[in-house]
Structures are given as structure tokens and as C-alpha cells.
């Protein structure tokens, strides 16, 4: 097998396999300079673009990538409204719109990353216990095989099985967990049920390897947030920045305090992101839209700081693209993960490190 140094991450968008395939730098659809090249021809869609990898870890490893993308398209943890199964294809399909080069950081994500694109993990209708642990399963595969991971659901039950892989991925580290919604999803179950899309956060403090002094949620807001949700966060005195503190004090000051206090002694960092945070203005596509949300400026703003800071996995959830028609709502979850990663390299390159 390849070593890692040897390993050779090949980018050859899928609608140029073979004559007319265009794989040199100065070629048009990869260069960042040249831009006419057939851009528009959509192919089989991967995210990105990028090469599909196996999601085992040695694959991941001889391809030398560095970001894993992962596809979960799960929603029977739902309690509302289903359709997110389609997020993350409805994810890649928005791609297909846009270049890696990112002009704001000066750097093409795509190769800087070595992107893969690890496709969907396999899930069992019907059985929530069987799919969250082959949802955990591939996230493992990607992290041993030296990959950071964006996983995108899939419902919000998607952080269950997604931070028990990187709980154990840290071993006897510490892990940090960051959520993001407009909604607390503390429930301690749901009807006797404890793996559904509202009890992210009370399962991920159940972890042997996570403290509730490296745990912070940003983003709720209006009135479906019962009362024990809220308790869970007070009794454990994990801080809750709800939108109103956040358009008092400013998304800047609100977003800097939670990461370091997530990151404050962690080794890793388990960012859970639902597109619900969002204002329903700019993401209808979402299972549970609420109104006075994150806008997309400042969702833009909230990556470009995640990226400063930097996390193990990435996890948008909730989209649900055909409540969108107009495709706007992939198109914002695509730009959140695109300036995330974009501000995570030129971070990495102005500290002189690699990714």
C-alpha cells in the first residue's frame, strides 16, 4: 500500500472522465484564474467536485485528504416535519454552482484540503439504533484515516452517533461540543425514545470524555423550547446565548466566548450546526425554520469565526431542500461549509502549518 507521502489526491471533476478529461493547473475548470470551461455540466455530483473516496480509514489515509465529506441521510429521528434525507445530496447538487477557489482567503479549498467525498452512509428504515451506529462507524473510518469531517444530514439526531464517534476517536482526550439551533434539543427523551433529533445535547454530556464546562449553545429562540430543555442547560450551568443576547452583544463577542470556551482544554471539537439556526428569510429549506435567526450575512460571518478556531467534525443538519423550490437554502448550507473551510486554510497558513 501507499505510504501517505506517496499517495497522490487526484481532482478530475466526474463530467471530464476520459479523452476530454482536464486535470493540469492552467486547465480551465481547475485553474482560478481561467473560468470558461464546461462549469455548467454537472456529472455524477460529488461535493465539491472532489474524487469519491471509500470511507476506510486506509483509503482515506493513501489519498491523503484531509477533509472527509459524509452524506447521512436520516430522518426517522425526526419529531417534526420529515425531508431532510435529501440534504445532503440536495448539498451537492448546490456545489455544482460554484468554483473551490475562494477570492476572500486566496486559496483553492479543494485541493488545499485534498477533499473526498465519501458518499452516504447506508441506514436501516425503521431502525434509529442500526443507522446511528453505521453513521458512527463511517465517521471513525474518516477521522483514523487522518481526515477532519463534514457530515451533513440527515435529521438532528445526526450529533448522536456523529460525537460518539469522535468521543472515541479522542480516547482518554477531552471533547469539546459546540450546538447550534433555534431550537435546545435537550430533551432526555422523547416519549421513552432517547435517540431522536431533540436530545443532541443531553446524550453528548452522557460521554465519558466530554464536561459540560466544554459545552455552549448559540442561536435559540420562540416557543418550541419546553421548559425541561431549558432546565437541562441551567442545571448543568451550560451557558445558552439565546438571539436575543446575540443581537444585544453582537454575533462577534457572542461566537468568540463560546468556541474558546468549548476548545478550552480540548483536544477536539464536535460542532453541531442545524440549518433551523438560520432565519426562515434565508432557509426555508429547513425541517423547523423559525423566524428571527442568524441572517445569511452573519451565518456567513458565524463560519468565516469557526474556521479561526477549527473543529473535528462539522455537522449541518435539518436541510430539506424541497420545501425550498427556490434552491436558496442549499445554497446558504454550501456556503456556510465553503467559507468555513476557507477561513480554516488561511488560518492554517498564516500560523504555517498544514492542514
Not at 486559496?107 to 452516504?120: H, M, N, S
Not at 440527515?154 to 433555534?182: E, W
Amino acid at each position: 500500500m501507499k505510504t501517505e507521502q506517496d499517495a497522490i489526491w487526484k481532482f478530475v471533476p466526474h463530467q471530464h472522465q476520459g479523452p476530454a478529461e482536464q486535470a493540469g493547473s492552467d486547465d480551465h475548470i481547475y485553474s482560478p484564474k481561467l473560468h470558461n470551461g464546461t462549469f455548467k455540466s454537472r456529472g455524477l455530483a460529488t461535493f465539491m467536485g472532489a474524487p469519491y473516496c471509500p470511507p476506510d480509514r486506509d483509503a482515506v489515509r493513501e489519498m491523503g485528504a484531509k477533509v472527509c465529506f459524509l452524506g447521512a441521510p436520516w430522518d426517522q429521528g425526526q419529531i417534526v416535519r420529515a425531508g431532510t434525507s435529501q440534504g445532503a445530496s440536495g448539498l451537492r447538487e448546490a456545489t455544482t454552482q460554484y468554483f473551490s477557489y475562494m477570492f476572500e482567503y486566496d486559496v483553492d479549498i479543494l485541493t488545499f484540503f485534498k477533499v473526498v467525498d465519501c458518499g452516504d452512509v447506508p441506514t436501516v428504515p425503521g431502525n434509529n439504533e442500526k443507522s446511528h451506529e453505521y453513521i458512527c462507524d463511517y465517521v471513525t473510518e474518516c477521522l483514523e484515516g487522518g481526515a477532519k469531517v463534514i457530515l451533513c444530514g440527515g435529521d438532528h439526531s445526526l450529533p448522536i452517533p456523529g460525537s460518539r464517534a469522535l468521543s472515541r476517536f479522542t480516547g482518554d482526550g477531552k471533547m469539546g461540543y459546540l450546538h447550534v439551533d433555534a431550537h435546545l434539543d435537550a430533551a432526555p427523551d422523547w416519549a421513552g425514545n432517547t435517540i431522536t433529533n431533540c436530545s443532541g445535547p443531553s446524550r453528548a454530556l452522557e460521554l465519558p470524555n466530554v464536561s459540560a464546562k466544554n459545552m455552549a449553545h448559540l442561536g435559540s429562540r420562540n416557543s418550541l423550547n419546553p421548559k425541561d430543555w431549558y432546565d437541562f442547560f441551567v442545571d448543568n450551568d451550560i451557558p445558552v446565548v439565546t438571539m436575543h443576547e446575540v443581537v444585544e452583544r453582537g454575533l462577534e463577542a457572542c461566537a468568540d466566548d463560546l468556541f474558546k470556551r468549548c476548545k478550552d482544554g480540548a483536544d477536539t471539537l464536535y460542532f453541531s450546526w442545524d440549518t433551523d439556526s438560520i432565519d426562515i428569510a434565508c432557509m426555508p429549506g429547513s425541517t423547523s425554520p423559525e423566524c428571527y435567526g442568524l441572517k445569511g450575512r452573519e451565518a456567513i460571518q458565524f463560519a468565516r469565526i469557526a474556521g479561526q478556531y477549527g473543529c473535528d467534525v462539522l455537522e449541518v443538519v435539518e436541510l430539506a431542500p424541497q420545501f425550498d423550490i427556490s434552491q436558496m437554502s442549499i445554497k446558504m448550507a454550501a456556503n456556510m461549509i465553503y467559507h468555513y473551510l476557507g477561513s480554516r486554510a488561511k488560518t492554517l497558513r498564516d500560523q504555517g502549518l498544514e492542514p
